[in-house]
């Protein structure tokens, strides 16, 4: 039997803004079985209040600045607001404590990569073929910091494999002097009253999010889809780079929002909800820019759009950029 480290390791993610103390605090322990990036998922103890909602918990490693975790790692985690009904459930993390390690986790995880490397599911094709796609795409222009699968569903269609989810990509501007970017500039020059919230947060990570389906042939050929209707289900063939502009006035559109202020933009909308909303957004803002135009995000134009049940307060926290290629 193996002798077991107890340790004890608090990352605490600071809370900024009057009256968040008396925001309500839950917390849970369990183990971590799987690390992608900045997000682990952990599987929460039996008797633990969130099993009453699901098992499987994905939580943010993003407090964590000085610490590396591990697969196998027994954690506390602290959490606040509601609980996001979805599969692994969603949570907004405070804290991750550390309370238990094997003395020797090495082994376990190098067997576990082995796995891995021979796991040829559609699952970790459709990852693998997706995160390349996303690179060789996005990184001349943000830093990738994350790619998750969510709301994964998979069967056989006349021989082939169909895979439909939810696809984000986790990102951020390239380190430079915000004062540098078009809209910024522009927001500053004119006396913009929001000009200081889109400098802080020029540097903050933000989603972009994709209602993807990947078809699996035969051969392991795959082609991806992209639901391009926002109140329904309507798949168009497409590549990534279909995200790129190359227009006369060609760039790059990415739409972002401070992900701290996901519920509030959003106010009660499922991850398959915002991603469709954002993906209208993209898709108007492109149109506009192809005729030199920049899209506005106001109640008006979303109304046109059919999106409805955004804050109005917050729309100025969802921003689009339009990089020069």
Known sequence: MKRKLLLIFTVILGIVGSGCSQEVKEEFVGTITE????????????????????????VSLSVSDNFEFMVGDRVRVTH?????????????????????????????????????????SAYNMIREYLKEESIKTFSPYYELLEFRISDYHEEMVDGNVEAEFLYTIVSKNYDRDPDTAGYIKEAKESGN??????????????????????????????????????????WEEAKMDDYILREESSGIVGVGYDLDYKDKIFP???DDEVSKVIGKIVKAAREEASNGKKYEITEESLNELGIKGLDPNYLHMIQISAEQI
């Not at 979805?86 to 082995?114: A, C, F, H």
């Not at 994709?210 to 329904?232: A, G, H, R, W």
């Open 193 to 234: 009253e929001n000009y200081q919230l889109m400098y802080d947060e020029y540097l903050q990570p933000s989603d972009m999010n994709f209602d993807f389906k990947v078809v699996i042939d035969e051969q392991d050929n795959m082609t991806l889809y992209s639901n391009i209707s926002p109140n329904s289900v309507e």
């Open 80 to 120: 606040k607001g509601p609980v996001a009904e979805k599969y692994p459930l969603g949570i907004e993390t405070i804290s991750v404590d550390l309370l238990e390690r094997d003395e020797n986790p090495q082994e376990e995880q190098e067997e576990q990569e082995e796995e891995e490397e021979e796991d040829n």
């Open 35 to 58: 690390i992608n990036g900045l997000t682990a998922i952990v599987l929460a103890d039996e008797g633990e209040d969130i099993r009453r909602s699901g098992d499987l918990v994905e």
């Open 268 to 270: 009660g909308m499922s």
